[in-house]
Structure formats: C-alpha cells, structure tokens
C-alpha cells in the first residue's frame, strides 16, 4: 500500500484529510465562505474575510435574522440571508444579477451550519 498523496485546499493549502474535501479539492470551512461570497465582487470579498473574525453578526429573536454594524458604527442593519437593510441591501433586493452586499454574506455563512443541523434532525427523527 502506497502512502496516501497529500491534497492542499486550494483556499488555504491545508492539506484536506476527508474523502469528500479530497475530492472537491476545498475544505469545508474554505467552501463555505466560498459558497457565501460568491456574489460579492472582489474589493468586497476582501472585506467580508476581514469581517469574519470580528464576531459582528448579532443574533436577534426572529430566527435567521441579525443585526450588523455599519462599517463606521454609527447605526445597525438588520440582515437575513436574503434581505439587508443598508443601502445597497435595499438596493440590491430583488436583483440576483447585482452583487450582494457583505452583509448578507456574512448572515449567509453564520446561518448554514444551523441550517443543515436542522436538516439532520428532519432527516433521523
Ligand atoms: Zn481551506
Ligand atoms: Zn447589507
């Protein structure tokens, strides 16, 4: 038996140790903030990798909705996956053609492991 050839993900080059991050060449953390960004044009991805260590996503009390910072902290957007209330959010609603702001990205990527824990129990109950 030959040693098992190293895979890097082609995100942050460490190297993947699952089947499936082998395959997709990505690991899972990598491919979610993949996945989240995609919308968002490059000046704005470099921001929203910025945002993400800084914890600014606020959980309210409506399920999937948060509330976010405007980037000079003078007042709070509400946020969901699909709507954000800043102004290009409010601009960019129902356009699917325009880029998303950064942050429904980063909604986006809070609100998926939450999303498929849900799925889990649908699916073993
Ligand atoms: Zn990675
Ligand atoms: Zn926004």
Do not use: N
């Not at 699952?18 to 899972?28: D, H, L, N, V, Y």
């Not at 945002?51 to 509400?78: M, N, W």
């Amino acid at each position: 038996m030959t040693a098992q050839e190293i895979i890097r993900c082609e995100e942050c080059r460490r190297p993947l140790k699952t089947e499936a991050s082998r395959a997709a060449k990505i690991g899972p953390r990598c491919a979610a903030i993949k996945a989240a960004a995609k919308d968002l044009s490059s000046r704005q991805r470099a921001k929203f990798r910025e945002l993400l260590s800084d914890g600014a996503v606020i959980p309210t009390s409506r399920p999937g909705e948060f509330r976010l910072p405007s980037s000079d902290g003078s007042s709070t957007y509400r946020t969901t996956p699909r709507v954000c209330t800043c102004k290009w959010g409010r601009k960019a609603a129902g356009h699917p053609e325009m880029h998303g702001c950064i942050h429904r990205a980063l909604v986006r990527l809070k609100v998926r492991p939450q999303i498929r824990a849900a799925d889990r129990r649908t699916a073993f109950a």
